[in-house]
């Protein structure tokens, strides 16, 4: 029988999550969702020093509002819960005695001291020290006293920490599905703290433990985690487990030169790195998130998806039930991805030309009560209109503003090239034109027309004045659609009121 499928995101609570959390989540609902599996959220908080009251909260919070929903979940309770590390610390107790009878982990007693000292003694030689089999030998741990020294010590309640014993000289074969198979030299790696001095565990740990208990059954996560890969896969041959099957992801990389996306880069181009807005309680720094800069929920995560994957044709505008569709872990590219903000805006703007008026009228309104402009029965002609000129809604209140308030100056350099001499008198003229003329688009069109035959003008002679005495500036759909949606009253006001 095939076995379930089932992965998790398991989330440290230490700050806002990054963009590139997002995306690594996204891809494990994506691979659940396809595989009809179960997709769980999981929470690693065994750092306490790290911990950050509210993160919690701000990474479902940021699920929410994605459109991306769990099966089981810290809120949602589930079959192998708690789904908070914290919570299970009773449960890893049992699990890393299991370690000490077989003899995979000890006891190691040498204080922070101690092995700071020894840090320091080898860095003056120009050597790293390292906690690995060769230096394990000299050190004071359960594997060179007797077993009557080590009771004593821990009778006496001696502070230490229980490490991995990392197996000597072998050649560790690791496979995973995207980076392929390779191999580490175990000699190489250090013999990791499983169990720190307070009992509580490391997340290698407890993070093997979990994806055990929990039956994860690919572990899909940032390539900042392949480094533990070893580790992690000897362990689940100390206890004797099915190791999940591995997934590392790419990057995503700054927009230009080479590392890891981070907010510093954010910063400096101007564009967010977190899904919606987090204000750090320490400093009061308040961080922009995709949310509030207009970005579509829908459309953020067709951009995440791409940084990494290219589904089918070089798609590049997919639904998230096409994403489900077309999404294969093989596929996922083992480089790094730029991040590009250009195309991040371009796929909003394609979400928006696709989205209805009536989604897009809400979502106005609802920006112009914030901006503290009272809306008007045009709003959704003004929608309708402009809505192929913007990447984001609120654009469309920039690129028709004018709708809203009289222009309070005429843009000089326009006007210098617009207004001639007789040009008062054509407009004022043009406007007695306008008394029979039945308030649409088109007839004002012909009235115009008509007006310019007669007057045997250009039609630009008549239209760019309008222009800039209804706007302000040269810009704006067609000039009777503008007239069209002012009503006729505001536009006779507002060519009088500049005219004199
Ligand atoms: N808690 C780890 C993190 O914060 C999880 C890594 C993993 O998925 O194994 O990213």
């Not at 908080?45 to 790290?50: A, I, L, Q």
């Amino acid at each position: 029988m095939k076995k379930e499928v089932r992965v998790r995101f398991a989330p440290s609570p230490t700050g806002p999550l990054h963009i590139g959390g997002v995306r690594t989540a996204l891809y494990n609902y994506l691979f659940a969702k396809k595989n009809n599996g179960k997709f769980i959220l999981r929470i690693e908080d065994t750092d306490s020093s790290r911990f950050v009251e509210g993160a919690q909260q701000y990474i479902e919070e940021s699920f929410q509002w994605c459109g991306i929903s769990f099966d089981e979940s810290p809120k949602l309770g589930g079959e192998y819960g708690s789904y908070i590390q914290s919570e299970r610390t009773e449960l890893y107790n049992k699990y890393i005695q299991n370690l000490l009878d077989t003899g995979n982990a000890y006891y190691a007693f040498d204080t922070p001291e101690e092995l700071d000292e020894l840090r320091k003694e080898y860095e003056k030689e120009n050597r790293f020290f390292s906690y690995n089999s060769q230096e394990r030998k000299k050190l004071k741990n359960s594997l060179n006293l007797n077993q009557e020294q080590v009771s004593k010590l821990l009778e006496e309640q001696v502070p230490y920490v229980i490490r991995f014993k990392i197996p000597e000289n072998r050649n560790l074969v690791l496979n995973d599905i995207i980076r392929g198979t390779f191999s580490v030299d175990t000699n190489t790696l250090d013999d990791k703290v499983l169990m720190k001095a307070d009992g509580i565990p490391t997340y290698h740990f407890a993070n093997v433990v979990d994806d055990y208990l929990m039956k994860i059954s690919h572990v899909i996560r940032g390539e900042e985690w392949l480094p533990s890969l070893p580790l992690h896969t000897l362990l689940y041959e100390s206890f004797g487990w099915e190791s999940p099957t591995f997934a590392h992801l790419p990057l995503i990389l700054k927009p230009i030169g080479n590392g890891k996306l981070s907010k510093r880069d954010g910063d400096k181009f101007g564009f967010p790195v977190f899904p919606f807005e987090w204000k750090d309680e320490k400093t009061g720094e308040i961080s922009q998130g995709y949310r509030e800069q207009g970005y579509f929920a829908d459309a953020f995560l067709n951009m995440l998806a791409l940084l990494g994957w290219t589904p089918s044709e070089d798609k590049e505008i997919l639904t998230l039930e096409q994403m489900i569709q077309e999404f294969d872990l093989e596929k996922v590219h083992k480089s790094g991805a730029h991040f590009n903000i250009e195309k991040t805006k371009w796929i909003n703007k394609e979400y928006l030309q696709k989205k209805s008026t009536d989604e897009l009228l809400k979502i106005y309104q609802k920006y112009l009560k914030n901006i503290s402009v009272d809306t008007s029965n045009a709003d959704r002609q003004i929608v309708e209109i402009l809505k192929e000129r913007v990447h984001f809604v609120h654009e469309i209140y920039q690129e028709g503003f004018f709708f809203y308030e009289q222009p309070k100056t005429l843009e000089e350099k326009s006007y210098k090239k617009v207004w001639k001499e007789d040009t008062a008198e054509i407009i004022s003229e043009f406007l007695l034109a306008l008394d029979n003329v039945e308030w649409n688009q088109n007839d004002i069109k012909n009235a115009i027309t008509e007006y310019s035959k007669q007057k045997e003008i250009g039609l630009g002679r008549i239209m760019a004045p309008l222009r800039l005495l209804l706007v302000g500036e040269m810009k704006g759909p067609d000039v009777p659609v503008i007239m069209e949606i002012l009503g006729k009253n505001e536009v006779i006001a507002r060519i009088e009121k500049q005219i004199k």
